[in-house]
């Protein structure tokens, strides 16, 4: 069974930090495009970030650019979201989803309806 799951996330203050992990159990995440994902109460959920199938490809939202960095280890079969410079608007659950992607090659999408296997959330709050 395909199953993700998030960690590291928690209560920091405005200018902190946190990295935040998904881990994939089930299957290997070399042939899928990772895409990290948030939503904040009362708001619809949005993209983050999204990395390639080999990394050579990032995408990021105009809010978090800069700030945030998604990565990936395909020998751990983990993905990361480092988040540096945290300011309350960044307060949500965040989550990792996945969609397999047959070209090597291929750019990723931020298009929530084109993944196709998800992860619980973690919380994130940023509060002084």
């Known amino acids: 069974q395909l199953q993700l799951v998030e960690s590291g996330g928690g209560l920091v203050q405005p200018g902190g930090s946190l990295r935040l992990s998904c881990a994939a159990s089930g299957f290997t995440l070399d042939d899928y495009v990772i895409g990290w994902f948030r939503q904040a109460p009362g708001k619809e959920r949005e993209d983050v970030s999204c990395?390639?199938?080999?990394?050579?490809?990032?995408k990021y939202a105009d809010s978090v650019k800069g700030r945030f960095t998604i990565s990936r280890d395909n020998a751990k079969n983990t993905v990361y979201l480092q988040m540096n410079g945290l300011k309350p608007a960044d307060t949500a659950v965040y989550y990792c989803?996945?969609?397999?992607?047959?070209?090597?090659?291929?750019?990723?999408?931020?298009?929530?309806?084109?993944?196709?296997?998800w992860g619980q959330g973690t919380q994130v709050t940023v509060s002084s």
């Open positions: 989803a996945v969609y397999r992607e047959r070209q090597l090659f291929s750019v990723c999408v931020s298009d929530p309806r084109t993944y196709e296997t």
């Open positions: 990395i390639s199938r080999v990394a050579f490809w990032t």
